[in-house]
């Protein structure tokens, strides 16, 4: 049957509340007599127990217990379903007497619709009231059901003629259609054998409407025993019987009378479906109109409807002039969808008024009309932050709830700090109402800091909170630390608490390689001479004179001075990937920016055993040299520069392809970085404007393939470029190391080239077995991990007692290969000879334990400790260098932390700048291609020749294509990828490659 389409509503924006969970769960049921009304009915059985025998035609009644053991009420309205096994699939029981569903609702006089029932089933805690139910419903009037309470539900069902003979059947209870969270019971009866012998009647809807543009389905209903056998004569082509289901689309227009046939055993009936099928009839668009106070969003279903048409994702819709006092966003493209076309984001300005902005909508055929939304901008009403307190231990972080009341919806809220604590450092996020407050050590008494709130428009009264620190014992906490080699170095003790009590540190063990000596709660660790590597101590704490604490470990590392200091020029610092600087970082650290990056598009494997196997780009990972931070991006192809202190971009230099492993930042003659791409090239830049210096390709050609649903090499380049440089006696100063390529079968490639030209100085291109996935586990738990077998992946290790040597793994076994700088060549070696490894990956994709997210000097970060200094999201990478901690998270933000407070800290927003909504030729001519190719899917469009760009917006804007644009000019690809980038369109729906389209060699069948 055809549905009508129509949408008009306008939500406002909010963010979502907290709350607990209801967890529903159906735990007893019983049957009944239909003899005596709720209370005095006799049962069938005993709780939980089947019955057999049951005949046709005779009410019998059924009830349920369900409870709700969540933590938080929940309603329900309780609906009846039946099956032939348990898991499923459920139907309702039936409500309007047809006889097409094996069982109905009956009606009973033992009791009314709706009445309450009593607590004759148990359950889990107290009782609330449930509800009977009778002919025409098969659902209970709703129910709230509060935490540690249950309710019963009875129905009164007849089984039909369709109940097939020794049958058994299943029956549960759905709230309104949802399943509940548990069924610990379902109640089962058996059929009587024996089949009702009655012929079939035909009971559907007689008449129907389907378009030559859309799909349809009618499903034939019949009363009567089964087996019933269907027919359907007379049908329009382009339309088949399946089943007893017409479906298909119909390929010409007209009225058909359609025979519908039904019969079985004992019978059969005969009946005419009225079939109209139309011409395709145009959507249309309704005026409609919208409220929302300036600097608010809101999001607006658009008004439209198609009566032969209905399904929203066969319609484009256009935005032909947009608003003039703010801006619009399609829903999809926030949101990384292609399901919710007729979705816009509306942000106003600073201002009230009335704004407006027109679109139509085209199914495959035909325009809408032009409508017009209107939106009313009302005037702000101020925030209010209101004075609040909190308790925290001393030498312990706690958190702060910034209590805020703001009567408008829609509107983002940023809170500032207006004056700090003076016995404790604090962690302020300006896009969040809790923060973290940690005491100074050894602090008990009061505290506090002001704060304000600004909703876009204007700035609250100024609150404060004020904090009350109480006496907490100490408690040791084990720590990581890294130390010079030949230098003695103060490790600072790492603990929580002991505000309010007396006490101090005893040593329980010595250090292996190097000797130690206590001051106060400082640890001084002076390495054996010469000695680099690992080593530990443990080690509590006495508090009051006579308590013990548990104990601790500290780890030490002693390495190598670098060349030069507060850097992170490489994935997890050095060559060696240990995540481990020697440099110390501020006492105190305030955030000094924020930028919000797109969120990524990271590979993710999952194998047959539904487990992820490969995902080697999960979030940003940067590196650092001097005071810049150079970033890969594998949503917009490019790798960008970076201001450590201000977050400010210093240049972008763009690719072909996504860049899914880190850059690395080297010097040889003066300062540059080098980055791999899914283009299947390395590039080399000057790290102070981007500028190229060289490039070189992995592969034999310039063949492409899709892959991860790009345009991209058949070699890309998926072992990042690896840096080392050694003394010049040791013939590997200044080499790049990386690898590529992703199937055996055409090659996987091992290079060496100079850092300074470019010049190959060997290839090992033996890896078509070999799986090098050597990979570090991140900071949020997410391994950059390799798939079994098949590609080089992630990042060389260079061997830390092998001097000329690096690792990268073999497949299908935990025995790793050893490959020389000098000439690339391997031997193997057992990974349990490695003294010096602090974390690791294993072949087969089993991640093994892991260091710390960053150990910088004497103190340890994990994803916590950066969440704690205000980062919102999932923390996936952290790194330290120019005297600042940095965080990344999953969702594309990077965090910069230092030793200055920052009043205002900069916040560089992912904002998104949609297509211009332009009505022209091109409009009209990409919607009639589209149209006439019935393309409109998630496969691949290609546009060869740019020109004006008009071809390529259009298509992205009307179709779910992923989009890809090739041209030779290349300021004209700049411009185009600048716009899609600034869209928020570029590698989710399309991306544009610098070539020549008649030279560029591309996968056939493609598009």
Request: charged content about 15%; some cysteine; proline content about 5%.
């Amino acid at each position: 049957m055809m549905a009508l389409a129509a949408m008009a509503w306008m939500v406002p924006v909010q963010p979502a509340a907290g709350s607990g969970v209801t967890t529903l769960v159906q735990d007893h049921y019983r049957w009944r007599n239909d003899d005596a009304g709720e209370s005095a009915a006799t049962w069938k059985a005993n709780a939980d127990t089947a019955i057999t025998g049951v005949a046709r035609g005779q009410n019998i009644r059924l009830r349920f217990s369900v409870s709700n053991t969540g933590t938080a009420s929940g309603t329900v309205a309780a609906r009846l379903e039946y099956s032939t096994s348990t898991s499923g699939p459920w139907t309702a029981v039936g409500t309007d007497g047809s006889g097409v569903p094996a069982f109905e609702m009956a009606a009973t006089a033992n009791y009314a619709n709706g009445a309450a029932t009593t607590a004759l089933l148990a359950g889990a805690g107290g009782y609330a009231a449930g509800k009977c139910v009778e002919s025409p419903s098969n659902t209970s009037a709703t129910v709230t059901v509060g935490t540690n309470q249950y309710s019963n539900f009875e129905y009164c069902v007849l089984p039909t003629a369709k109940a097939r003979g020794s049958t058994t059947y299943y029956f549960r209870t759905s709230n309104s259609g949802t399943a509940l969270t548990t069924y610990s019971k379902y109640a089962q009866l058996t059929m009587a054998a024996g089949e009702a012998n009655e012929a079939p009647v035909i009971r559907s809807a007689l008449t129907a409407n389907a378009s030559v543009v859309a799909p349809f389905s009618h499903t034939i209903l019949a009363s009567g025993s089964e087996p019933i056998t269907y027919g359907a004569g007379g049908l329009p082509a382009g339309l088949t019987l399946s089943g007893n289901t017409v479906t298909g689309t119909p390929a010409v227009a007209g009225t058909f009378s359609v025979g519908l046939t039904a019969s079985n055993t004992w019978g059969r009936d005969s009946k005419t479906l009225a079939l109209t099928v139309f011409a395709n009839q145009p959507p249309a668009a309704s005026n409609q109109a919208a409220n929302i106070v300036e600097a608010g969003e809101v999001l607006i279903y658009l008004a439209w409807s198609d009566p032969d048409t209905p399904l929203k994702t066969d319609h484009t819709f256009t935005i032909l002039s947009g608003p003039s006092k703010g801006t619009l966003q399609s829903y999809n493209s926030r949101n990384k969808t292609t399901v919710y076309p007729d979705y816009w984001y509306y942000r106003a300005g600073v201002g009230t008024g009335v704004d407006s902005f027109t679109w139509k909508c085209r199914d495959k055929a035909s325009d809408s009309n032009v409508a017009t939304c209107s939106i009313n901008v009302t005037a702000n009403t101020a925030p209010v932050a209101n004075n609040s307190s909190v308790s925290v231990n001393s030498g312990t972080q706690g958190g702060c709830s910034l209590s805020a009341t703001h009567a408008d919806a829609g509107q983002t809220m940023t809170y500032t700090t207006m004056s700090g604590p003076s016995h404790g450092t604090l962690a302020p996020n300006p896009a969040s109402s809790y923060w973290y407050y940690t005491s100074a050590k050894d602090y008990v008494g009061g505290d506090s800091f002001t704060w304000r709130v600004n909703d876009g428009v204007t700035n609250s009264g100024v609150a404060t909170v004020t904090i009350t620190v109480n006496a907490c014992a100490p408690v040791p906490q084990s720590q990581t630390a890294v130390a010079r080699k030949d230098t003695a170095t103060d490790i600072p003790a790492s603990y929580t608490g002991g505000g309010g009590y007396s006490y101090y540190v005893s040593k329980l063990t010595s250090p292996s390689h190097g000797s130690l000596a206590i001051s106060g709660m400082t640890f001084r660790y002076t390495p054996a001479a010469g000695y680099t590597g690992p080593d530990s101590f443990r080690w509590r704490l006495c508090y009051n004179s006579t308590s013990w604490t548990s104990e601790a470990t500290c780890t030490i590392v002693t390495k190598e001075a670098p060349a030069v200091s507060n850097e992170w020029p490489q994935f997890r610092a050095n060559e060696f990937r240990d995540a481990m600087t020697l440099d110390e970082l501020p006492s105190n650290l305030y955030l000094q920016w924020r930028r919000d990056l797109p969120a990524g598009r990271p590979i993710v494997r999952i194998d047959s055993r539904d487990t992820r196997v490969c995902a080697i780009d999960p979030a940003y990972m940067p590196v650092i040299m001097g005071q810049t931070m150079f970033v890969g991006f594998n949503r917009n192809d490019c790798v960008a520069a970076y201001d450590t202190r201000t977050g400010a971009e210093k240049w972008r230099f763009l690719m072909n392809g996504p860049v899914r492993v880190a850059p690395v930042a080297f010097r040889q003659g003066e300062e540059r970085v080098c980055v791999g791409s899914d283009d299947g090239w390395t590039y080399c830049l000057g790290a102070a404007d981007g500028t190229l210096r060289w490039k070189v390709r992995c592969g034999p050609n310039e063949r492409k393939m899709i892959g991860e649903g790009r345009m991209i090499s058949v070699w890309p380049i998926r072992a990042a470029p690896t840096f080392r440089a050694l003394s010049a006696d040791s013939g590997q100063d200044g080499r790049i190391v990386f690898a590529g390529g992703v199937w055996p079968a055409e090659g996987c490639f091992l290079w060496a080239v100079d850092g300074g030209t470019g010049a190959k100085i060997w290839r090992n291109d033996r890896l078509g077995t070999l799986a090098s996935c050597i990979s570090a586990k991140s900071c949020g738990g997410t391994g950059a991990w390799g798939l079994h077998g098949l590609m080089p992946s992630g990042y060389p290790v260079a061997c830390s007692y092998y001097g000329g040597e690096f690792f990268l793994t073999s497949a299908g076994s935990l025995q790793y290969q050893r490959f020389s700088f000098a000439d690339g060549r391997w031997a193997s070696e057992d990974p349990g000879h490695d003294r010096d490894t602090t974390w690791r990956l294993s072949a087969n994709g089993t991640e093994w334990a892991s260091s710390a997210c960053a150990v910088v000097g004497s103190r340890s970060f994990t994803s916590s400790d950066v969440a704690s200094l205000g980062v919102v999201g999932t923390v996936d990478n952290v790194l330290a260098a120019d005297n600042r901690l940095f965080a990344v998270t999953t969702q594309g933000s990077i965090y910069c932390f230092g030793g200055t407070q920052v009043e205002t800290p900069a916040a560089y927003l992912n904002s998104v700048t949609p297509l211009a909504a332009v009505s022209d030729q091109w409009t009209t001519d990409l919607a009639a291609i589209i149209s006439a190719t019935g393309v409109n899917d998630t496969g691949i469009g290609m546009v060869w020749g740019l020109g004006t760009g008009r071809a390529m917006e259009e298509l992205v804007k009307q179709s779910q294509l992923h989009v890809i644009g090739v041209d030779g000019n290349a300021s004209t690809v700049s411009a185009m990828r600048t716009k899609l980038q600034n869209a928020g369109l570029y590698g989710e729906r399309c991306a544009v490659l610098e070539s020549d389209p008649m030279a560029m060699d591309v996968p056939p069948y493609q598009a």
